[in-house]
């Protein structure tokens, strides 16, 4: 049943999201987009939205004085390329070749 894969799969990237988390500092504003925006993950990879629509004051650069302009697909790679989560990058990648899988079968 796909279903159940799918559920096995994405709980596998929770716990690896989780981890992850764990190691980071709390003030560290991709902590807080990866535990207020989990269903970030959930989204096909290749879908992800290209508009810029993260314009927070946590995101600031700290030579211009200005907000960052992030999109969704920025915040999913700044998360996957941090050494914290380097056992979470392999769930979120495992996650997303079923997901294609499932796609390309319907």
């Not at 096909?44 to 600031?60: I, P, Q, T, V």
Request: glycine residues 2%; proline residues 2%; charged residues 35%.
């Amino acid at each position: 049943d796909k279903f159940h894969y799918v559920k096995v799969l994405r709980q596998n990237m929770t716990d690896a999201r989780v981890r992850c988390m764990k190691r980071m500092y709390r003030k560290d504003p991709l902590y807080r987009v990866m535990k207020k925006n989990i269903h970030l993950f959930d989204q096909y990879h290749s879908r992800l939205n290209n508009e810029k629509a993260w314009m927070r004051g946590c995101f600031r650069n700290e030579r211009m004085g200005k907000l960052l302009e992030l999109t969704n697909r920025d915040l999913v790679e700044m998360i996957l390329d941090r050494e914290e989560c380097a056992d979470f990058k392999p769930a979120y990648e495992l996650y997303q070749e079923f997901l294609d899988i499932l796609r390309s079968l319907t």
